[in-house]
């Protein structure tokens, strides 16, 4: 390693490390033209913000202070933090200062949750990285850069949107900036378990394990113990430094009915690796989805990760509890996480109450599929969700795209990711959120070339709001693959306490009958194995300008932004209880 730091794969499980919070009160600067980061000459240069310079002598000429600048609070987006913000699109500088004692023999990874969208980070004046993507984990080995004492760490985050970027330009919801989710510290020792797997082997009487090393160093000794299921193994790591086994156990499978957690250590040296895992089985059998052997209706909703009352992205397992008790009061056994992965605490939260996930990258409408760097960039988020998540017995989906329009270099990308996510990780469904693109006569037809690399054919429809007002009831539909179906969306916007007629927009009554319309609708594809309605709360878009009833909001809620019912809430529910 050389004398500076290093972007190191992902650690997993971050939340049952041994780690210090960087959360907490940071202070910022607005840069509008990235004078911080660039000459007048639009170079980079040596002497921007990152160095935290400070005045040596009274003439010197320095024109930024960190301290002196205002706070905001980290996790957490800046549009909610300062009303200046609020459309904002930029460059924002954050900086904090922490006191730190380097621990002899052990390393510090400096770990990110996700910062939106790009990323360059500082630590003590010089570069740990930088990093692209808005929405999954990234970490620095930066031992080399800490010193004992004082030490800060400075974050220059940009959140315009560009062409190339996943997502792209356009997209419907708010482009919340900032370090929006946990900063800690991570103390790992020279060697340490980077990822593990645990899940069921090939028959459910056993069990799966396999450990990985951040090194390929042979002969060290990985241990595993689940107490309740009296499994207490050593396992030897071989020359790539993993070590693997499959171990006779019975374990109680992990359902919505019963989400059953195992509380699991992993030893390796003087490391407890803890965590809570579920074991169950998912596949595809014809048209239909089995969990643990037997269909399931998967009663879903989607969901974006904000939070009520104009809060802004969320960062907490409360946020999660939150919007995900609501999705129970409907009666759901299933969220789609939409439209990029969301945070670790929501995944958790989920699987602890018994939801199953669907869980997507930011590949949504028009990204720029002969980029060749666009791809690296997806198939990277890919990656850094299926690692993050690997181990949660509630996602059963990876969902590599969201409405895209169908083209050969679109194919050649997508099926690209398709089978990348199945090399990842072959122990889940693959999914995509497609298009109906012919329809006449009231005849739908699902077309799409990406139908062979997905194990579940989902497409979204928006009959009687985009299209059709009224005319779901004479709508039939045909998807011709052998496949289990999701209809990934529906839906229609209404403004929570408007009233009126059933074909008046806006008003809950035209949303209640759309719901009513669409659900009976549904009831006639074949194959339908669920659906995730579009959605479970109100949230901000820019591209909601309609005065008096959007105001920036996208209505589609079947609550609003407060919390409260429309009334459409309640024929779901009571659609989803006669499942
Ligand atoms: C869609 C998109 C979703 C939008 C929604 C809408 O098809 O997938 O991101 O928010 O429609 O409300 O139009």
Wanted: aromatic share 12%.
């Amino acid at each position: 390693m050389t004398a500076g730091a290093m972007e190191v794969p992902q650690v997993m499980n971050v939340m049952g490390r041994q780690t210090m919070s960087l959360n907490g009160a940071w202070n910022y600067i607005v840069d509008v033209q990235e004078e911080g980061y660039y000459d007048y000459r639009m170079n980079p240069y040596d002497w921007g913000f990152f160095r935290n310079a400070k005045p040596q002598k009274p003439e010197d000429l320095i024109e930024y202070d960190f301290d002196k600048a205002e706070t905001m609070q980290v996790p957490g987006d800046w549009n909610t933090q300062d009303e200046r913000l609020f459309f904002y699109e930029g460059t924002v500088w954050l900086k904090r200062s922490f006191d730190f004692h380097p621990q002899e023999g052990r390393r510090t990874l400096l770990y990110f949750g996700a910062v939106n969208y790009d990323a360059h980070v500082y630590v003590n004046g010089k570069k740990a990285g930088h990093h692209v993507g808005g929405f999954t984990p990234f970490n620095f080995d930066v031992t080399e850069l800490l010193k004992d004492g004082e030490n800060f760490v400075i974050v220059k985050v940009d959140n315009k949107r560009h062409a190339e970027d996943v997502p792209t330009q356009i997209f419907d919801w708010w482009n919340y900036g900032g370090i929006t989710r946990d900063v800690k510290l991570v103390s790992v020792s020279s060697t340490y378990v980077e990822s593990y797997q645990l899940r069921l082997g090939a028959s459910k009487n056993e069990v799966k394990f396999s450990a990985k090393l951040n090194k390929a160093e042979a002969g060290q000794k990985i241990g595993l113990r689940i107490p309740e299921l009296k499994i207490n193994e050593e396992l030897t790591t071989d020359n790539d430094g993993t070590a693997c086994i499959t171990l006779k156990a019975k374990p109680q499978l992990w359902s919505p009915e019963n989400p059953k957690l195992y509380q699991v250590d992993i030893v390796q040296g003087e490391e407890d690796l803890k965590d809570e895992i579920g074991f169950r089985t998912i596949e595809t059998r014809g048209k239909q989805i089995l969990l643990n052997g037997k269909p399931i209706f998967l009663k879903g909703i989607s969901i974006h990760e904000e939070k009520a009352n104009g809060g802004g992205r969320c960062n907490s397992t409360e946020d999660a509890h939150t919007l995900l008790s609501w999705a129970k009061e409907l009666g759901c056994n299933f969220v789609r996480l939409a439209h990029y992965p969301h945070n670790e605490y929501a995944v958790r939260e989920a699987e602890r109450m018994g939801i199953l996930v669907w869980s997507e990258i930011p590949c949504y409408w028009t990204i720029a599929w002969t980029n060749p760097q666009t791809y690296t960039n997806a198939e990277r988020q890919l990656t850094d969700m299926i690692t993050r998540d690997q181990n949660r017995a509630n996602v059963i989906i990876w969902s590599i795209a969201n409405e895209t329009p169908h083209s050969a270099p679109r194919d050649e990308f997508l099926s690209k990711l398709a089978k990348r996510a199945r090399e990842l990780d072959d122990s889940r469904l693959i999914s995509m959120a497609m298009e109906v693109t012919s329809a006449s006569n009231y005849h739908n037809k699902l077309q799409d070339n990406m139908n062979t690399y997905v194990d579940v054919v989902s497409f979204n429809q928006y009959i009687g709001w985009y299209r059709d007002v009224n005319d779901a009831p004479r709508m039939t539909w045909e998807i011709p693959y052998d496949k289990p179906v999701i209809v990934s969306e529906f839906g229609g916007g209404a403004k929570y306490g408007l009233h009126g007629e059933k074909n008046q927009r806006w008003t809950e009554e035209f949303q209640e009958n759309l719901y009513k319309e669409n659900t009976a609708m549904l009831d006639k594809i074949e194959g339908l194995a669920g659906t995730t309605p579009w959605i479970l709360k109100d949230f901000r878009s820019p591209r909601r300008v309609l005065t008096g009833i959007q105001d920036y909001y996208n209505m589609k809620g079947l609550f609003s932004d407060k919390g409260e019912k429309k009334k459409a809430f309640y024929v779901l529910r009571d659609w989803y209880a006669s499942k």
